[in-house]
């Protein structure tokens, strides 16, 4: 009964490839977020989207493009990936944008590790 | 672009004892909200506490308690009666329509 879940939660892998990082949530939220937690624990958020449409595009890379098929899922493509994107990602889900509820949910995270 | 500031890196209190955890903020907005996060070393994020900057009255959740000062832009966290589960790191974070922004965080330890 997870209400927000990452897969995976571990990645390792080699400069240059590409993954993804999936997300998905069971609330009925209509929002849902990436946010990067670096080494140094700081967290940022990184894209944020309201019924599938893009709402925040923080200054990220144009290697991370977020996809999200339906409500219930965002996942998180990453290319060429470079060591400094090596990280914590979280998804979080909210059920709008604050206009009704502000709380967010977030995942158990997916630490990202290039090598 | 709103900021937000966690002065304290890290504190430690003994357990049983209360402490209080510092947290301001900077926006030009008069709506939004505030919130309190913890996240143990399971990495999980997890809500603590939420106060709307509408309301005046300090929100409260058992032995969490904030004291919200609008007119100063200040957010303190208070945890009464300390335990040892409460060792984290503390985000204290700004948001309005979804954008939300952490502070860099506290870490916090109790002692027995």
């Known amino acids: 009964d997870t209400a927000v879940s990452q897969t995976p939660k571990y990645l390792v892998t080699q400069m240059g490839n590409d993954k993804s990082i999936k997300c998905e949530q069971n609330?009925?939220?209509?929002?849902m977020y990436w946010y990067k937690q670096d080494s140094k624990k700081f967290l940022k958020i990184m894209f944020s989207?309201?019924?599938?449409?893009?709402?925040i595009n923080e200054t990220v890379p144009n290697r991370f493009s977020p996809k999200s098929p339906d409500k219930a899922h965002l996942n998180l493509h990453i290319n060429s990936l470079e060591l400094g994107d090596s990280a914590v990602y979280f998804c979080a889900s909210s059920q709008d944008l604050g206009l009704v509820s502000e709380t967010q949910y977030f995942g158990p995270g997916t630490r990202l590790l290039v090598l | 672009a709103q900021t937000v500031t966690q002065s304290q890196p890290e504190m430690s209190v003994q357990e049983a004892e209360t402490v209080t955890l510092s947290c301001t903020y900077d926006t030009s907005e008069s709506n939004y909200y505030l919130f309190w996060y913890k996240q143990p070393p399971s990495r999980q994020m997890i809500l603590v506490i939420r106060q709307e900057a509408y309301k005046q009255q300090n929100a409260t959740e058992n032995r969490f308690s904030v004291n919200f000062q609008k007119a100063a832009k200040s957010f303190s966290l208070k945890i009464s009666d300390s335990q040892l589960g409460d060792t984290a790191m503390y985000f204290c974070a700004f948001m309005k329509m979804g954008d939300m922004r952490f502070g860099a965080g506290t870490r916090l330890t109790v002692k027995p």
């Open positions: 609330l009925g939220h209509d929002t």
């Open positions: 989207y309201n019924n599938k449409e893009l709402i």
